[in-house]
């Protein structure tokens, strides 16, 4: 009996929701559903040529890709050279993952490792001339305690090989996008975004574990902190920024405070490789809408165009 009135009252409540809606909340629901997005959490799965990401991307208009590598078989500035400005090469991931692999997590602080120095021996020009202008997904800190799994590790935020990519990514105004998590501590990126000031460092997925008021006092304490949304929401079975019922409050007044440090990724890794539209859709369904409007141009794209440079 209860349940029935409750969902008469809720069914009540959805079919007036489209008249109730003001004409500015209906505006933003329609822009965030058709404005042109900046996905900097976009990973190459591999073995595909960058048409398929074309494709992916004009299907869901997202209008700029990448910020992160990843996938073995495609290389950054493979798909940078047919892309051109619309891909946000980052370099460094399908290394960092190879030494781990085949040589585990100590070698991860050896800059002589062969796969490191092949980065090394190509990435300065790269970054120099502006095909690509940094570094990610760097993984620092990725250990699950729910799910332990192939490829987790915990190094230290300054260790040599991140340092090196730290120190070249500051010498252009650069990027290093950084998945670490909230247990690690915040001195480790504190100091790091002190010691390189022109380095914009993307956290990604916004540091996991981390509060709002933890993100808040990094904000405050440092300009050229930023952090990316991605896997934050019903696809990724996470839900901790936002899932059906929208964004969550104590986000959407940290992303208000802030609006100038959030952007948008799809994270369609680790089998939601064939998800991307509807991870894209989430975000413009349950993230986007949700912030004013100055706001959710900010995040969509703005400072994703800012961060990287993007035309
Ligand atoms: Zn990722």
């Given at each position: 009996m209860i349940r029935s009135w409750s969902r008469a009252v809720f069914l009540c409540l959805l079919l007036a929701t489209p008249e109730a809606l003001s004409a500015q909340e209906k505006k933003t629901i329609d822009l965030a559903r058709t404005m042109p997005l900046a996905d900097?959490?976009?990973?190459?799965?591999?073995?595909?040529?960058?048409d398929h990401y074309r494709g992916l991307m004009d299907r869901a208009n997202v209008r700029w890709g990448g910020g992160v590598g990843g996938g073995r078989d495609d290389h950054p500035l493979e798909v940078k050279s047919i892309l051109g400005a619309r891909y946000i090469a980052a370099l460094g991931q399908t290394e960092f993952f190879g030494v781990l692999l085949t040589s585990g997590e100590r070698a991860l602080y050896d800059p002589e490792q062969p796969l490191f120095q092949r980065l090394f021996a190509y990435a300065p020009a790269a970054i120099k001339n502006g095909l690509a202008r940094g570094f990610g997904?760097?993984?620092?800190?990725?250990?699950?305690p729910f799910s332990p799994a192939r490829g987790q590790r915990r190094i230290d935020l300054e260790s040599p090989v991140v340092q090196k990519m730290f120190d070249l990514a500051n010498r252009h105004g650069g990027f290093v996008q950084i998945h670490t998590m909230s247990n690690s501590g915040l001195d480790e990126i504190l100091q790091a975004s002190a010691r390189y000031p022109d380095v914009k460092i993307v956290l990604s997925h916004c540091?996991?574990?981390?509060?709002t008021r933890q993100l808040d006092t990094l904000f405050r304490a440092r300009a050229n902190l930023y952090c990316e949304l991605s896997a934050q929401g019903p696809m990724h079975r996470i839900e901790r920024v936002y899932g059906k019922f929208g964004l969550r409050e104590e986000w959407r007044d940290l992303i208000e405070r802030h609006p100038s440090r959030f952007m948008v990724g799809s994270d369609a890794c680790c089998g939601l490789e064939n998800r991307y539209e509807e991870i894209i859709q989430e975000i413009r369904t349950?993230?986007?809408?949700?912030?004013?409007e100055k706001t959710m141009r900010r995040v969509a794209s703005e400072n994703a165009r800012q961060v990287f440079r993007l035309q």
């Open positions: 900097v959490h976009m990973h190459l799965n591999g073995g595909h040529d960058a997904e760097i993984h620092i800190n990725n250990i699950s540091l996991p574990g981390a509060s349950y993230l986007l809408p949700a912030l004013s």
